[in-house]
């Protein structure tokens, strides 16, 4: 556990409460009931929350499995103790096999090399290579086409110590309003399944479904829901979403560096997109694009300072974005700023962000860089 310091040395931190992260492995949990397990997504330094922190977190709440992008990810969850399920979404490296089975980690399956690569290290290891076979029912990223599901998995088990686990796909289009896409990929996913039967393969868990299709699609929930965003209490970007209660597992500060007062007419940041219409308060944030912070929402982001928003004014630089501070009547530096959660009243969710700089609410906390120092605390109630 890091430190729990109330004001940290690093310009900026993230908060991150894993007891919220715990209560949403619960929700969603009692969302889908006893016969689907969820898979909490914590790739990418778990979303930028903190990749070891929110595993543990989600084991804690009840997680079936883990799934991480790489292998030295899956790697550092085994090196830190962690013993639940891991699952590699990457189509694999044979030359990470051996280490792959010796890790007890379960890999994504569609390439023939990795799979013979996974038998010869399961042989010599004298240990089970664990896969889950990956369909592309749609995406068009990584998988086998469902004519090839069936042989392929055939040709899976021919192989000495592999072990077939399970099977999935990935949803192009569950954010999307018209359900037609999401819906004909279920089809299709589940005529491989049907084919991997009548085969006399058993597909083990048949996972589909992502966070937003976990709250928009119940029939896509299958065996086991792979759960991102809802995992740090972010919702989907989506239409008609059934409720859940979550918690934010997230909050990011700063400080104003700096303050200052500008005249009217003075222009503010690179290419001085801004003109001051007014005199008033401006204060510097030590961090930019650099710490994650989007550039893109430049002139139309919103940051709290004493419980009240303040627009980002100018070009967000690469170690510094400016406040328009002018409806504080004051300000000091040092004074805490906001830039996604609660302060006072008010509150910014990292879909705000999203949406101020016209990205998806993925980006905003997996972007957050490694000068932002996270802070770990459990402070929600369990």
Not at 87 to 113: K, S
Not at 231 to 250: M, V
Request: aromatic share 6%; charged share 20%.
């Amino acid at each position: 556990m890091r430190s729990r310091t109330r004001y940290p040395i690093a310009p900026s931190w993230a908060e991150v409460d894993l007891a919220a992260v715990r209560h949403n492995l619960r929700a969603v949990r009692e969302l889908l009931g006893p016969n689907c397990g969820v898979w909490a997504v914590v790739k990418t330094n778990a979303y930028g929350h903190g990749l070891v922190e929110t595993a543990r977190a989600a084991v804690e709440g009840g997680a079936a499995g883990l799934a991480v992008a790489t292998f030295s990810e899956g790697a550092q969850l085994r090196r830190t103790g962690i013993t639940h399920p891991v699952l590699l979404l990457c189509a694999g490296d044979p030359r990470r096999a051996r280490e792959t089975v010796r890790f007890d980690l379960i890999q994504t399956m569609c390439r023939t090399d990795v799979a013979r690569a996974l038998s010869r290290a399961s042989q010599a290891l004298g240990k089970p290579a664990r896969a889950h076979l990956k369909v592309d029912t749609g995406m068009g990223r990584l998988g086998l086409s469902p004519e090839e599901a069936a042989p392929f998995a055939r040709a899976l088990l021919d192989l000495p110590g592999l072990r077939l686990e399970g099977v999935f796909s990935h949803l192009a289009s569950a954010e999307a309003e018209d359900p037609s896409y999401t819906r004909l990929q279920l089809d299709r996913f589940r005529a491989v399944v049907d084919s991997l039967r009548a085969a006399g393969i058993d597909p083990g868990i048949c996972h589909l479904a992502n966070s937003a299709a976990a709250l928009r699609f119940p029939e896509t929930r299958l065996g086991g829901v792979r759960a991102g965003l809802l995992t740090y209490g972010i919702l989907p970007d989506a239409p008609a979403l059934a409720h859940i209660d979550l918690r934010p597992a997230l909050t990011w500060r700063t400080r104003l560096a700096f303050v200052g007062r500008l005249r009217p007419g003075s222009r503010v940041s690179y290419g001085g997109t801004y003109l001051v219409g007014h005199e008033g308060l401006t204060g510097v944030l030590p961090l930019g694009y650099a710490d994650g912070y989007p550039r893109h929402a430049s002139n139309r982001a919103y940051a709290l300072v004493t419980g009240m928003r303040c627009p980002v004014v100018g070009k967000v630089c690469m170690d510094h974005t400016i406040l328009d501070l002018a409806s504080l009547g004051e300000a000091r530096v040092g004074e805490e700023v906001v830039l996604v959660g609660r302060q006072g009243d008010e509150r910014i969710t990292a879909n705000d962000v999203a949406r101020w700089s016209g990205g998806v609410v993925h980006e905003v906390t997996t972007l957050i860089g490694n000068r932002v120092a996270r802070l770990y605390r459990n402070r929600a109630a369990d």
